[in-house]
């Protein structure tokens, strides 16, 4: 059977699912009884979902966990967490009660502006530019006010707009670089929708400047389009305590812990092999939080990565020291988030999970979500420093080992007793299987 369709998406979902089934299953009974095993019994919340994206055949699941006993500048939080990971919820909850009785998490949000651009390209005189751009600079936010007046009720809109001149980078490449203020919301529709405007009253302006030649009329449009680098949208999480405070219940004590730690972050300001790990960590706790609110994960990962190569060379999101006698492990992190529109008012889950964090602002959720990465982060090197990362992590695999091999309810329960005090590998898992069921 050919793989090419057309038409596919015209198609209901039983006949995609037949199709897809038909086409690339050798058991396409099997392979439909799957998708449909995922699909809501309520088929008004079915339809919810199948209208999220395009040509949907089922749902994806991902456990939804909580980790509690975040203490944030003075308020306790219960956060939820969306992933698929082992040891991540356990490490954060790990991680919050260590520092629950060290006074907490304290965060502040350093600035909240976010950025777009219109780029273009223009042939003439860089001096009639910059004359053309002084001149159409209130028409442009002017005519974008349809779009702003309701933000700007709320207390946002158009920050700034300033003219950028690219071109030792591409010939007669330029740019219109405008800032935005979107508050609750995380403002990407109506950032592009300024834009688009932008472009418009830009380039219909053009026509009718005086001082521009025939020639330089013609700007073209190449694109309009938000950033999802946002360095000035910016928040900042930090735990500290006296260093005799750090004490390990195994006998480390808080100097030998604090030190190593410190080299352990150190290493990864300048070893970018090491800074992409160490990155990851935060992103666990990050994305999980992200995703649970129905933030896009791939717009913070970008903009995060992109900042922590902001200097040059890819370096650690976090920091730490050692300063008179008192530990300090804090980290600086954009972060652009809404808790209104896109899913936050529709998918019933991240509904449950805002009313979780008490309904947050932006800016709170910021906060929730920087706190969230830092504890991962201070968990994944409290592990590493100390007993090794794979101790805790494989322990929490265990279960995903015993299930991959069909593991009965008694057989879980012997062999999560008998890796209490034995060391989990998969090979591990699977002799001490085998010898269970001989």
């Keep these: 059977m050919t793989k090419i369709i057309s038409g596919f998406s015209k198609r209901s979902k039983l006949e995609k699912i037949d199709w897809i089934a038909d086409t690339y299953f050798s058991n396409a009974d099997a392979a439909k009884a799957v998708l449909k095993q995922y699909w809501h019994s309520d088929e008004a919340l079915q339809q919810l979902h199948d209208e999220f994206i395009e040509n949907t055949v089922s749902n994806y699941y991902l456990p939804l966990g909580v980790a509690p006993n975040f203490l944030i500048n003075g308020e306790v939080y219960t956060i939820p967490m969306a992933i698929e990971e082992s040891s991540v919820v356990a490490a954060a909850s790990k991680a919050a009660k260590f520092w629950l009785d060290r006074g907490g998490f304290k965060t502040e949000v350093i600035a909240t502006k976010k950025i777009g651009q219109v780029h273009f390209m223009y042939t003439g005189n860089p001096e009639h530019l910059q004359q053309y751009f002084k001149h159409i600079k209130a028409q442009l936010i002017a005519d974008a006010k349809p779009i702003t007046r309701n933000m700007e009720k709320r207390g946002g809109g158009i920050l700034a707009i300033e003219l950028r001149d690219k071109t030792q980078d591409i010939d007669n490449y330029y740019q219109l670089h405008a800032s935005f203020e979107t508050l609750d919301a995380m403002g990407a529709n109506f950032i592009n929708s300024c834009l688009e405007q932008f472009a418009k009253t830009f380039k219909d302006g ?233």
């Design 206 to 438: 053009a026509l009718h400047f005086e001082t521009f030649t025939a020639t330089e009329r013609d700007i073209t449009i190449v694109m309009s389009i938000l950033s999802n680098y946002v360095p000035e949208c910016l928040v900042r999480a930090e735990v500290s305590c006296p260093v005799e405070a750090l004490q390990e219940k195994n006998g480390i004590s808080g100097h030998d812990f604090a030190t190593k730690f410190v080299q352990a972050v150190a290493i990864a300001e300048v070893e970018p092999y090491r800074a992409v790990t160490h990155n990851k960590g935060v992103m666990n706790g990050i994305d999980a939080v992200v995703l649970a609110t129905g933030n896009d994960f791939r717009a913070v990962e970008a903009g995060v990565h992109a900042y922590a190569a902001k200097d040059g060379r890819y370096s650690s999101l976090s920091h730490a020291k050692i300063e008179n006698g008192i530990f300090k492990f804090w980290m600086d992190i954009p972060l652009a988030l809404g808790t209104v529109g896109g899913l936050t008012g529709l998918h019933p889950l991240v509904k449950l999970a805002l009313e979780l964090l008490g309904q947050p602002s932006a800016k709170t959720l910021m906060q929730i979500v920087a706190v969230a990465g830092l504890a991962q982060n201070f968990a994944a090197l409290r592990s590493l420093t100390t007993t090794g990362i794979q101790q805790g992590h494989m322990k929490m695999h265990l279960m995903n080992i015993l299930n991959q091999f069909e593991a009965s309810p008694a057989e879980k329960l012997t062999l999560t007793e008998h890796f209490k005090t034995h060391t989990v590998t998969h090979s591990a898992v699977v002799d001490a299987l085998k010898k269970l069921r001989v």
